[in-house]
C-alpha cells in the first residue's frame, strides 16, 4: 500500500469494513488540523499546523488514480512531495490562484493573507511573497490576467484584489457585517458570499449596482450556522444551504426567493464553529453533494431524491477512512476538517482529518451498482 510521510506502514483495514472503493491512499501529518486544495489536476496543496511546527506542502497525487484500467498494476501508489516549506503561524483557509504556482492562506485568527510561490520544477521549497493584501478569512479565486483574490472575513468586507499590486478593483456594498462561511465564483464575475445566517449575497464585480441579497431559508432557528456552496455556472447554477442541525435547502441561482427542494440529512449533530464544515457540489456529477464537518465522516447525498417537503435523507455513499486508521484518543473522536472533489475525475474526493491523516478516494454507488 502507499506510505504516509511520517507514518511508516499503510493501515489496512478495509477487509472488516463493507464499503466498496475503487481506490485508496492515505498519508498522516504530525498536525492537529490540515487544510487542502487541489492545485492542478495531479497535484494538491496541503497545510497543517500544530503547537511545534506548521507546514505547507505541494503534493502529487498517485498515479495509481489516473490509470483507466488495471489500477492494481500501476507501480505508482505513493503521494510524492514536489515543494514544501514551514510557515510562521497555522494556516485554516488555502486557495490556490488558477493559472499561476501561487497560493493564498489565511491563519484564521486575523485578517492578514499570506502569498505563497510554490516554486518551479527546480525548486523544493515554498517562498513566501510579501503581504500585499489585507483583509479576509474566505478566500476564491479565478482564472485572470492579472491575477485578483477575492476575500473577506464579513460581508461588509468582501472586497477582491490584484496580487500584484494589492490594489481593491470591487468591494461589496452590504447592508450587515454578518460573518461568512463561503465565498465562491460561479462565473468570471458573478460570485456568492454566504453568511452564517443563512442569508446570501449575490454580487457582479463588473457594476457597482447593489448586490442581490437571498435571505435565509424559511423557518430556521437564529441560532443556527449555515454553509453554502454552489454548483458552477449562471444558467443552471443551484445553491444549497446546509444547516448546523442538517437542514439542506436548494435553490435555483435565478430565483433565490423560494426553496426548490429540501432534506434532513442524517448528520451526527454537535456544536459547530464557522470553520467546522464543508457542504461542496461534485464539480463533474449530476445532483452530488458531500458533507463533512459533524464528524469522523465524509458523506455524498443524491440532491435529485429531495423533495419540496423536509425528508429524511440516507447518504449514497459514506467514507469512513479517518475513524477506522485513527480511533478516538482519550475519548475524543476524529473529525473530518476539510474535504474537496478533484475537479475532473468524477468520484474523487480528498479529504483531512483532525488527526493529521490526508485521504484520496474513488468511491462507489453501492445502490447503482447492485442495480
Known amino acids: 500500500g502507499p506510505n504516509p510521510i511520517y507514518i511508516t ?186 453568511c452564517c445566517n443563512g442569508s446570501v449575497y449575490v454580487a457582479d464585480t463588473r457594476t457597482p449596482d447593489a448586490p442581490q441579497l437571498s435571505p435565509p431559508p424559511a423557518s430556521s432557528a437564529s441560532s443556527a450556522l449555515w454553509w453554502t456552496d454552489a454548483s458552477e455556472g449562471l444558467s443552471t447554477c443551484r445553491l444549497v444551504r446546509l444547516s448546523s442541525s442538517g437542514r439542506a435547502v436548494m435553490s435555483d441561482l435565478r430565483k433565490l426567493g423560494g426553496a426548490v427542494s429540501q432534506a434532513q440529512l442524517e448528520v451526527q449533530s454537535r456544536r459547530c464553529d464557522l470553520g467546522d464544515v464543508t457542504v461542496s457540489w461534485a464539480p463533474a456529477l449530476d445532483d452530488c453533494v458531500a458533507v463533512s464537518g459533524f464528524s469522523g465522516v465524509v458523506q455524498i447525498f443524491d440532491t435529485s431524491l429531495w423533495r419540496s417537503e423536509l425528508q429524511e435523507a440516507r447518504p449514497l455513499f459514506v467514507h469512513r477512512g479517518h475513524t477506522v486508521s485513527s480511533p478516538p484518543e482519550d475519548g475524543v473522536p476524529v473529525l473530518v476538517t476539510h474535504h474537496v472533489w478533484h475537479p475532473e475525475l468524477p468520484r474523487t474526493l480528498l479529504s483531512a482529518a483532525s488527526d493529521g491523516s490526508v485521504h484520496v478516494w474513488d468511491w462507489v454507488n453501492q445502490s447503482a451498482a447492485s442495480s
Open 9 to 194: 506502514d499503510m493501515l489496512t483495514p478495509w477487509d472488516i469494513v463493507n464499503i466498496e472503493y475503487l481506490c485508496f491512499h492515505f498519508l498522516t501529518f504530525v498536525c492537529l488540523f490540515v487544510c487542502l486544495f487541489v492545485c492542478v489536476f495531479t497535484a494538491v496543496c496541503v497545510a497543517g499546523y500544530a503547537p511545534s511546527h506548521n507546514e505547507i506542502l505541494e503534493l502529487r497525487l498517485p498515479l495509481k488514480l489516473f490509470a483507466d484500467e488495471n489500477k492494481g498494476l500501476c507501480a505508482e501508489r505513493d503521494f510524492k512531495v514536489a515543494h514544501g516549506g514551514f510557515t510562521d503561524g497555522p494556516v485554516r483557509c488555502l486557495k490556490h490562484v488558477p493559472g499561476t504556482r501561487c497560493v493564498v492562506t489565511n491563519d484564521g485568527r486575523s485578517s492578514d493573507l499570506q502569498l505563497w510561490d510554490l516554486g518551479g520544477d527546480d525548486s523544493g521549497t515554498f517562498h513566501q511573497e510579501s503581504e500585499r493584501v489585507e483583509s479576509g478569512s474566505r478566500i476564491a479565486a479565478r482564472l485572470s490576467s492579472p491575477p485578483r483574490v477575492l476575500h473577506g472575513a464579513r460581508s461588509s468586507d468582501v472586497r477582491l484584489s490584484e496580487l500584484t499590486s494589492g490594489r481593491t478593483l470591487y468591494t461589496l456594498e452590504a447592508d450587515s457585517a454578518d460573518p461568512l462561511t463561503s465565498l465562491q465564483f460561479v462565473s468570471d464575475s458573478v460570485f456568492l458570499a454566504g
